[in-house]
């Protein structure tokens, strides 16, 4: 079963504007991480936050983390065409010996 | 080499044949994944290999799946008798300690007709 899953599963937005997707877990995590894939193949990591951590930056990425709720935001401002991708969120939990990966988000920005 | 690399990208095959997929990951990673992809889908987790360490099979989805990774390095996925329900993309990854950024491959795509 899926650790994470990602909302909207797709979004549309004009270029310019802020793309907001969301990722919710279900148990304790060490680290979070949100990849990005492009026309289906590999993926690129983005930025990884860990459990201690609340929100960090990269660029034009910010991302947050409430372990409270078991979730996770990653904002892309001032979107671009080029970021026109799939967005997938990753969780590495305690006694697990791998990345979990959710459904993933499909961002379309519009040029 | 500079990146994770797969072998071959595209393998299309007759139900029944047996498929091997390859992954030469980055220099000095010890941990080397394999997810499944299917259309439009997240990443399913088959197999995963730390060091020395008994690898995690518990994604594998069924016997006809196995794999192995020699000297520390490079990794093959076999998949026997392969079904129509095998057609996905088959994504390698490594990273230099468990669970920290991974760096993925290219993937193979693997139809089954």
């Known amino acids: 079963s899926q650790q994470g899953e990602e909302d909207p599963q797709a979004l549309s937005i004009q270029e310019g504007e802020n793309a907001t997707m969301n990722c919710s877990y279900k148990?304790?995590?060490?680290?979070l991480q949100w990849y990005r894939q492009n026309s289906g193949r590999g993926l690129v990591h983005l930025i990884l936050?860990?459990?201690?951590?609340r929100e960090k930056h990269s660029g034009r990425l910010r991302v947050t983390l409430d372990t409270s709720k078991k979730s996770s935001s990653l904002l892309i401002t001032a979107s671009r065409a080029a970021d026109t991708a799939s967005y997938f969120c990753?969780?590495?939990?305690?006694?697990?010996?791998?990345?979990?990966f959710g459904s993933g988000t499909r961002l379309q920005v519009q040029p | 080499g500079a990146g994770v690399s797969q072998s071959p990208s595209n393998k299309v095959t007759e139900k029944g044949k047996d498929v091997e997929l390859r992954c030469d990951p980055i220099?000095?990673?010890?941990?080397l994944y394999w997810y499944r992809q299917s259309l439009g889908q997240g990443l399913e987790f088959l197999i995963y290999?730390?060091?020395?360490?008994?690898?995690?099979k518990s994604g594998l989805p069924s016997d006809r799946f196995s794999a192995e990774r020699t000297g520390g390095s490079v990794s093959t996925l076999t998949i026997q008798r392969t079904q129509q329900e095998d057609s996905a993309v088959y994504l390698c990854?490594?990273?230099?300690?468990?669970?920290?950024?991974?760096?993925f491959g290219q993937g193979t795509r693997l139809t089954v007709v």
């Open positions: 148990t304790s995590i060490n680290n």
């Open positions: 220099s000095g990673h010890t941990a």
């Open positions: 990753a969780t590495d939990a305690p006694g697990r010996r791998a990345l979990t």
């Open positions: 990854a490594s990273s230099s300690t468990v669970n920290t950024e991974a760096f």
């Open positions: 290999f730390q060091g020395n360490s008994a690898p995690d």
């Open positions: 936050i860990r459990s201690n951590e």
